[in-house]
């Protein structure tokens, strides 16, 4: 049987992980030099006092110690399926410390090109796929539609944290503070970064932004919407209210960020994710 690993993009604790037959990889943050495994060692509440008082976090990739435990945690085939090229390291520092010898023979690395609840969704159907016997290339056939139909869009709100990510310039960010703009952002068709979607006065038309692109992409009952929110609640509901109108026969969930991609995305940022799961 094919034992599949991820990271924690999925936004599962490595025991929530264990309950559903799957490996997590904690992503680490690191906040005044300190370094934190997300869920693991900081929650999002922590994570949010530290940035409330101040304090400017990095991510960075899975330590290798935590890559090496969910390695030997089986003698199995490993089918690893990480967050997206681009957006994390934590497909480089995977693909190169699965080609050491003891374990290029039987671990698989793959960019999944999503992150967050459309990889969550596409794992899990990895999981149901080994559980059946199948071997990893026909794992990997049978998620490849839901990386074609993966689709995550941002509304950040703290336009600094794009910028010290590299995705959005210095000038960019200045203007949409000042003019006190909701941008909406949509992550490019490879996956590696965040392109300008549309900019709206305000975040209802910001929402309709979205659900203007789904309805391009045909995102109908056989798709997943979900909305996950850095300590935003009450927009995060707002969005689905909206959403809902539109698309009433799509399942649509509610989800809270964790550390890491809060530091990518920023404070109060809402995140609207897509993917075809029928």
Known sequence: MVKIVTDSSIMLTVEEGKSEGIAIVPLCVSIKGASYREYEEISTDQFMYHIDNGAIPSSTAP????????????DDEILHICMADGLSSAYDSASSFSAAPEYAQRVE???SKTLCMPQRHMVFRARDLAKEGKTIPEIIDGIRDMMDTAAS?????????????????????????????????????DGKKLEKLAISRKFDKAIHAIAHALEARRVDASFRIDVSHANN????????????EIFPGVTIGLHELGPAFITQGGPKCIAVQTVRVV
Do not use: C, H, W
């Open 233 to 244: 609640r009450q927009k995060a509901e707002r969005a689905i209210e909206l959403l809902q």
């Open 153 to 189: 869009f941002l509304i950040p709100e703290d336009f600094d944290y794009l910028r010290r990510g590299g995705r959005l310039s210095v000038a960019a960010a200045g203007i949409m503070s000042i003019l006190k703009t909701v941008p909406v952002l949509v992550q490019s068709d």
């Open 63 to 74: 330590s290798l110690q935590d890559l090496k435990e969910a390695y030997a945690s089986t």
């Open 109 to 111: 690395v793959i960019n």
